[in-house]
């Protein structure tokens, strides 16, 4: 498995919850990740990226604030600490993968699901109000 999502379950509106996703791709620091979630009867939505150099951290307007992504090129991790959580944060979230040398960062949106060719397994979250 080169991607692997854990953390995920069940809390209260206002709760906090940490993701983490352990990765196993050759050259850890080359490539950019994200966090993606998918509700249910919803469609796939960016939440957010962790990219390279300068404001290499990105988010979603629904998660900007409450949320903080950031990677261990050491450990090989990237996590999702969630605070503040609300109902309809509930989602199976996964974590992907984004080779820059398959999808040139000058043309390739960090937050378009397109952009990332290797997907984890999905935690669910799921918060209740």
């Known amino acids: 498995v080169q991607l692997q999502a854990f953390g995920g379950g069940l809390v209260q509106a206002g709760d906090s919850l940490r993701l983490s996703c352990s990765v196993s791709?050759?050259?850890?620091?080359?490539?950019?990740f994200g966090w993606f979630r998918q509700g249910p009867g919803k469609e796939r939505e960016f939440v957010a990226a962790a990219t390279w150099g300068y404001n290499s951290t990105h988010y979603s307007d629904s998660v900007k604030g409450r949320f903080t992504v950031s990677r261990d090129n050491a450990k090989k991790t990237v996590d999702l600490q969630m605070n503040n959580l609300k109902p309809e944060d509930t989602a199976v979230y996964y974590c992907a993968a984004w080779d820059p040398t398959s999808r040139s960062p000058d043309t390739s949106p960090y937050d378009s699901a397109g952009t990332y060719g290797r997907w984890g397994q999905g935690t669910e979250v799921t918060v209740s109000s």
């Open positions: 791709l050759p050259g850890f620091s080359s490539w950019g």
